[in-house]
């Protein structure tokens, strides 16, 4: 998202704020509540490269969130208290259930410690190839290249290709180009090109997705926590519309019986790798079902309706981007109000 587009968006829910529309809404269409997701927590870095920005907040802002969810009246409920909500009559209180996408270290490390302190329920879903160190967190290890170099050349598309990347505007574009090119992959081409661009430029893939993720050890210490729910994000985190639909059934039953020998217990709730394409989801909700989860969450955005009126397997989440800092812009989000997407202007491409 440009920095035009995400004034505006900004603006528009900080006027929506003050004009009352949030309580109104809230009230009329705000559903049974919501489920946040989020990704990364840590504190904010200095570079000024930081195209994953988006995906982290601090521990600070989580510590906020909680503190306004609790002064807004919100229950702070666990996944299994979402599914039970959204099928019975709707209570008088909405609810917000916390979810956390990608198994990173940091949960452990940043935010666990906020949580437990206010005493409230999560979610983390585990992609298992992971903790198990074989997991590959491409998109970290492409920040980091990009981060480093001046000039980057890789294979696209069969050509080699050649960039400038001098400023943090090429930087950026670049990134972006890239992450969307290695998104559109099947995972063996992606796993080959992002070992690559790793090997041209000495960067550690291996190590640094271990570096960035939960190890077993982390888990077994969060399994113990009541307050926690374990759920499955698959074995190897891939995008699932780029798998055959055997590929992509075996990744979420293989996540789910891997997880569930490791924490001992049946796990129930399973999130779909990087949020899943709106398009694909009714097929991979079926899936989903099929492998045995009571409940699936996507990154479509949403309230959750009671009544049985939201699909478990289906569930919409607020994904919070985290270069926004504004509670009032996260009030709004929440009473369900929607703004129009706004057309980004038209950018050199690669």
Same mark, same amino acid.
């Given at each position: ?78 996944? =299994?208290?979402?599914? %039970?909500? *959204? /099928?019975? +009559?709707?209570?008088?209180? #909405?609810? @917000?259930? $916390? ?96 070992? =690559?661009?790793?090997? %041209?430029? *000495? /960067?550690? +893939?291996?190590?640094?997705? #271990?570096? @960035?993720? $939960? ?136």
């Amino acid at each position: 998202m440009s920095s035009e587009i995400r004034f505006l968006t900004s603006l528009g829910l900080e006027l929506a704020y003050f004009s009352g529309r949030a309580w109104v809404k809230g009230r009329q269409t705000g559903g049974a509540g919501v489920i946040l997701r989020f990704e990364r927590v840590r504190l904010r870095g200095a570079a000024r490269f930081q195209p994953l920005k988006s995906h982290e907040i601090t521990p600070r802002f989580l510590d906020r969130t909680i503190r306004a969810l609790k002064r807004w009246k919100y229950d702070i409920v666990s996944m =299994d208290e979402v599914c %039970r909500r *959204a /099928v019975t +009559l709707a209570s008088p209180r #909405r609810f @917000a259930c $916390l979810t956390f996408d990608g198994g990173y270290k940091d949960v452990m490390t940043s935010a666990y410690p906020v949580l437990s302190r206010h005493g409230v329920p999560f979610t983390v879903y585990v992609p298992t190839a992971f903790p198990d160190g074989i997991g590959e967190a491409w998109w970290i290890a492409l920040e980091q290249v990009v981060a480093r170099e001046s000039r980057l050349s890789l294979v696209v598309g069969r050509e080699e290709r050649h960039f400038n990347i001098r400023s943090t505007a090429e930087k950026n574009q670049l990134y972006d180009f890239l992450a969307g090119w290695m998104r559109s992959l099947a995972p063996s081409d992606l796993s080959s090109a992002i070992k =690559d661009l790793c090997t %041209r430029y *000495a /960067v550690d +893939l291996g190590a640094l997705s #271990r570096e @960035a993720s $939960l190890d077993w050890n982390d888990l077994a210490k969060l399994a113990a926590d009541p307050l926690v729910t374990l759920g499955s994000a698959t074995v190897n985190y891939p995008v699932l519309s780029n798998l055959k639909d055997t590929a992509a059934l075996r990744e979420m039953t293989m996540g789910r019986a891997v997880a569930g020998a490791a924490f001992q217990r049946d796990v129930r709730h399973f999130a779909y790798p990087f949020g899943d394409r709106a398009s694909w989801l009714r097929k991979h909700a079926v899936m989903a079902e099929e492998a045995g989860f009571i409940s699936a969450a996507s990154a479509v955005p949403g309230v959750v309706e009671a009544e049985g009126r939201t699909s478990l397997h289906a569930l919409p989440r607020i994904a919070w981007d985290g270069r926004r800092r504004s509670l009032r812009a996260m009030r709004v989000i929440l009473s369900g109000i929607t703004f129009p997407p706004v057309k980004p202007t038209r950018s050199r491409a690669f």
